[in-house]
């Protein structure tokens, strides 16, 4: 047998259970996502944001987790979750050039305000399906998307999240 090393673990395609200790979820991720920390500018407002992400298929499938933590202090979105939901779809859509196939805006999941779509875009004349899953829970946001997957992919990885309570 192989010894794992930190590349094979981050090449794995293996479906791993995933545990981010900093925003308190699980999700099985397909092999080891890389994590980014980075800023949005939400209203002059600088917003803590983490992406996690695995790329697959030399890129043309990838599954994310995204959390933008909103300083309570600064921008509370507590009885405002609809718009939000709203707002970080359409500005999904516009950063990436996507269509909305598809959109419910009044869901919940796992008991939080949440909203799903079904969008498609194209690069280098390939169309990608790409679905996604935002929810707020403790004035954060959370967003779920799968690109170049099926729907029922998306589901398997979007119903996997969990919370430590």
Do not use: C, W
């Amino acid at each position: 047998k192989e010894k794992a090393t930190p590349e094979s673990l981050l090449k794995s395609e293996e479906i791993t259970p995933y545990v981010s200790s900093e925003h308190g979820f699980t999700v099985d991720f397909p092999g080891f996502p890389s994590t980014e920390h980075s800023t949005l500018d939400i209203e002059g407002v600088s917003v803590p944001y983490t992406q996690y992400v695995k790329e697959l298929n030399n890129g043309n499938t990838a599954y994310m987790v995204q959390v933008a933590k909103y300083p309570k202090s600064e921008i509370d979105i507590t009885g405002q979750e609809r718009g939000s939901l709203d707002g970080a779809l359409n500005g999904m859509v516009q950063n990436i050039g996507a269509t909305i196939v598809s959109s419910s805006n009044n869901d919940t999941f796992i008991n939080y305000p949440s909203a799903e779509a079904h969008l498609t875009y194209t690069e280098d004349g390939k169309t990608y399906d790409v679905y996604v899953r935002n929810f707020i829970k403790d004035n954060s946001l959370y967003t779920i998307v799968t690109t170049g997957e099926s729907r029922s992919a998306f589901d398997t990885f979007a119903n996997s999240l969990t919370f430590q309570e």
